[in-house]
T-cell receptor, first 112, second 115 residues
Framework: NAGVTQTPKFQVLKTGQSMTLQCAQDMNHEYMSWYRQDPGMGLRLIHY???????DQGEVPNGYNVSRSTTEDFPLRLLSAAPSQTSVYFCATWGSGDTEAFFGQGTRLTVV | AQTVTQSQPEMSVQEAETVTLSCTYD???????LFWYKQPPSRQMILVIRQEAYKQQNATENRFSVNFQKAAKSFSLKISDSQLGDTAMYFCAFSFLQGAQKLVFGQGTRLTINP
């Protein structure tokens, strides 16, 4: 089992470009979430999903879109990248009955 | 809204010493989870220890233990016999029992173990 796989691991974008961060899981978990990590601020929730077809906003959703067409995949889209979106992004999953979240290895995104 | 506060941005101790990382939180819920996550330079988020709020007994995992004070909303992590491999960023986190997809994290404490 791969667990939670994020791609890419590193990315540099120019301001205004768009891109999609991929998150795939093979654990059949219902819950999936995206977090961003910034120095001195810990991890903050961007968007989350409680199942295929259901998504909702977290604490810092502006500038990001998500969709959940399958249980396995939860992509995060940046429609027009801004320098303020320079951060490390984590995808996490959680299955019902579990008592912990499982994280991907993170994506370091730099917007210049 | 739930909040988690880690008041120690950085800590440094000598190898084999004991170190305690502080965490306080705020919630009106009575049942929830609390976690400590370790993030080494590899960036991977590693679960260190978990506490269910409805359990009075403090959780322990080998050299790691917590002091959970529910009334004071305090959740500190004690690392005994610290090792060089414990050097990492440590995050305290809160989760509802229902709504586990919405973790709330503290700001983090960067811990350095010196030889």
């Amino acid at each position: 089992n791969a667990g939670v796989t994020q791609t890419p691991k590193f990315q540099v974008l120019k301001t205004g470009q768009s891109m999609t961060l991929q998150c795939a899981q093979d654990m059949n978990h219902e819950y999936m979430s995206w977090y961003r990590q910034d120095p001195g601020m810990g991890l903050r929730l961007i968007h989350y999903s409680v199942g295929a077809g259901i998504t909702d906003q977290g604490e810092v959703p502006n500038g990001y879109n998500v969709s959940r067409s399958t249980t396995e995949d939860f992509p995060l889209r940046l429609l027009s990248a801004a320098p303020s979106q320079t951060s490390v992004y984590f995808c996490a999953t959680w299955g019902s009955g579990d008592t912990e979240a499982f994280f991907g290895q993170g994506t370091r995104l730099t917007v210049v | 809204a739930q909040t988690v506060t880690q008041s120690q941005p950085e800590m440094s101790v000598q190898e084999a010493e004991t170190v305690t990382l502080s965490c306080t939180y705020d919630t009106s819920e009575s049942n929830y989870y609390l976690f400590w996550y370790k993030q080494p330079p590899s960036r991977q988020m590693i679960l260190v220890i978990r506490q269910e709020a409805y359990k009075q007994q403090n959780a322990t995992e080998n050299r790691f233990s917590v002091n959970f004070q529910k009334a004071a909303k305090s959740f500190s992590l004690k690392i005994s016999d610290s090792q060089l491999g414990d050097t990492a960023m440590y995050f305290c986190a809160f989760s509802f029992l229902q709504g586990a997809q919405k973790l709330v994290f503290g700001q983090g404490t960067r811990l350095t173990i010196n030889p």
